[in-house]
């Protein structure tokens, strides 16, 4: 075959798909080569491929990476190279069983993994007939997923992922992050400095669901100061010290407060839910964080530490209460170490404890 493949893709690109001539991952100028190679009659799929995409059999979030994958089945595949000459490889890699002067090509190899690693034989244990089978990957490499993938499943024989979630990229200064590029932020440093919550919640709340995002550790603990110490853990404060003011720590269970409040609660765990059905972490946190923002305008509105609210002051410290309490029971999934610390706060016998922190402002930490 002949093809322009730039090693760190290890990938093969006709001139239409080189923007400028350039890689358009690294924005290098790949390498010509000429060579001959096994290939799969990937054009033989393009039909039943297009019916599972179309279909919604195999889902593809967001419907732009959809959009893209069908306008490329509509072009029309051709076949694909799947070996490389083992002089070319290096002698590295699998050989091609019956020629020993050909190693099966990379992304061959690592695709079949999905079903290899798990032990092939015990395959069905994860990849059975039933349930979901969800393949998390980046925008660069939609292609191998979506399209080759799906191919090699369909000629085994085996059953087909039921979605594919495709995420843009993290970059700084708009530059993608790469160990190639020189521009990689160390999560290690970043969680020993700001603690794994305030990383974790970056990354669920900055991401938009289409679209690059740029990494700075100023919009980390922004948001990490804005959401969790002065959203959540203030609120979790205001209720704790009104609590041990107004009823020595005692709360009532008088369940979900009325109002509107009392409607965005029991709301909460379906709203969850419908966002991550979809795939969108933004929405799903932020489902959590609108609940907060509606706890501290109820507050205000209810004012419970006016004399002339103490017929109410049950019904308000005990809804605020519940409140918390299943904000407490949604955040898990999300920030284990927080929701743990609020359990700790909000879930002690018939009493909560005494005010503390929550989640520490990071801005003096810097």
Request: contains cysteine.
């Amino acid at each position: 075959m002949s093809g322009t493949p730039w090693p760190g893709c290890e990938q093969f690109y006709t001139a239409a798909e080189l923007p400028g001539g350039l890689c358009p991952e690294h924005r290098v100028p790949p390498d010509p080569v000429a060579e001959e190679n096994w290939f799969f009659r990937l054009s033989r799929y393009t039909g039943r491929i297009r019916e599972a995409l179309e279909s919604g059999r195999v889902r593809i979030v967001p419907a732009a990476r959809r959009n893209e994958v069908l306008t490329l089945l509509r072009d029309g595949l051709t076949d694909i190279s799947v070996s490389r000459p083992a002089a070319r490889a290096a002698g590295w890699g699998i050989p091609v069983p019956g020629d020993p002067g050909q190693v099966v090509y990379v992304w061959w190899d690592a695709l079949a993994n999905y079903l290899t690693a798990l032990g092939y034989a015990d395959r069905h244990r994860w990849w059975g007939p039933s349930g979901e089978r969800v393949h998390v990957i980046g925008k660069g490499i939609v292609r191998f997923h979506a399209v080759h993938w799906l191919a090699l499943l369909l000629s085994a024989g085996h059953e087909l992922p039921t979605g594919i979630l495709v995420h843009d990229y993290l970059t700084v200064d708009g530059a993608k992050l790469a160990k190639s590029a020189g521009n990689t932020v160390d999560p290690v440093e970043l969680t020993t400095r700001y603690g794994t919550d305030a990383v974790r919640w970056w990354l669920l709340r900055e991401p938009a669901p289409l679209g690059d995002t740029d990494f700075t550790v100023e919009r980390l603990v922004r948001r990490a100061d804005h959401d969790l110490a002065n959203g959540l853990g203030n609120l979790v404060h205001r209720v704790l010290a009104l609590a041990w003011r107004l009823r020595d720590g005692w709360i009532p269970e008088t369940g979900v407060p009325p109002g509107r409040l009392g409607e965005v609660g029991a709301a909460l765990p379906g709203t969850i839910d419908s966002a991550l059905s979809d795939f969108d972490l933004r929405a799903a946190t932020g489902a959590l964080r609108a609940v907060v923002e509606e706890g501290n305008r109820w507050i205000e509105a209810e004012r419970p530490w006016d004399p002339a609210a103490a017929d109410r002051l049950d019904t308000v410290l005990g809804g605020l209460i519940a409140v918390l309490r299943l904000l407490t029971v949604e955040l898990e999934p999300f920030l284990p170490s927080g929701a743990a610390r609020l359990r700790d706060l909000l879930l002690a016998g018939d009493r909560v404890a005494r005010p503390a922190p929550a989640f520490a402002r990071l801005d003096s930490a810097r």
